[in-house]
Nanobody, 127 residues
Framework: EVQLVESGGALVQAGGSLRLSCAVS????????IGWFRQTPGKEREGVSC????????YYVESVKGRFTISRDNAKNTVYLQMNDLKTEATAVYYC????????????????????WGQGTQVTVSS
């Protein structure tokens, strides 16, 4: 079973930046598509960004395009989410999730498509 550990969450002022990390272990890292999700009380877990296995294609929810960047470092078995120009609306617990696909490249922004989840890291953006 794959394990995922998020880190990097913090309190940051609006307009600031954070880089979240998701360290992945347990299987061949390159076989996993990785998604970043966020959740606030009373809301469903929302897909923020994902990066596919295989070709490393990236996807973003519209609200973060141009400000967030997802990347993966296969040598370090780590996925990053660089978050720039943070807005108060970004306040949430951020989770990374993994799904293994042994065939072609795969991605999803849907939380139900992922099998394994990290524990979450809190991001708080203050005004």
């Amino acid at each position: 079973e794959v394990q995922l550990v998020e880190s990097g969450g913090a309190l940051v002022q609006a307009g600031g930046s954070l880089r979240l990390s998701c360290a992945v272990s347990g299987f061949n890292f390159e076989d996993y598509a990785i998604g970043w999700f966020r959740q606030t009380p009373g809301k469903e877990r929302e897909g923020v960004s994902c990066i596919s296995n295989g070709d490393g294609s990236t996807y973003y929810v519209e609200s973060v395009k141009g400000r967030f960047t997802i990347s993966r470092d296969n040598a370090k078995n780590t996925v990053y989410l660089q978050m720039n120009d943070l807005k108060t609306e970004a306040t949430a617990v951020y989770y990374c999730a993994a799904y293994i696909n042994l065939k072609g490249p795969w991605y999803s922004m849907g939380r139900r498509d992922y099998d394994d989840w990290g524990q979450g890291t809190q991001v708080t953006v203050s005004s």
